[in-house]
């Protein structure tokens, strides 16, 4: 499962939803939000992304490790 993390804040660029073969990737308030279970591992998100706020969980960065949470969190929340 791939995850937006904070540099997705207050940009919300979009290209990452052009590329999404499944659309599973939601606009909040502020960011983008992957939703883990459409999401299919395809990676083209990640690449698009003009700001690389966009990681595979496995390689999330130490500091962003929670977002993990957090992207799925915001579909528990609906
Ligand atoms: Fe969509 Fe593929 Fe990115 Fe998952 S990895 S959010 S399926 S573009």
Same mark, same amino acid.
């Given at each position: 499962?791939? %995850? %937006?993390? =904070? ?11 052009? !590329?999404?073969?499944? =659309?599973?990737? +939601? !606009?909040? =308030?502020?960011?983008? +939000?992957?939703?883990? =279970?459409? $999401?299919?591992?395809?990676?083209? $998100?990640?690449?698009? $992304?003009? %700001? ?27």
């Amino acid at each position: 499962v791939y %995850v %937006v993390t =904070d540099a997705c804040v207050d940009v919300q660029d979009r290209s990452c939803v052009e !590329e999404c073969p499944v =659309d599973c990737i +939601y !606009e909040g =308030d502020r960011m983008m +939000y992957i939703h883990p =279970d459409e $999401c299919v591992d395809c990676g083209r $998100c990640e690449p698009v $992304c003009p %700001v690389t706020s966009i990681f595979h969980h496995d390689d999330l960065p130490a500091e962003a490790a929670r977002f993990a949470e957090i992207n799925a969190g915001f579909f528990a929340g609906l």
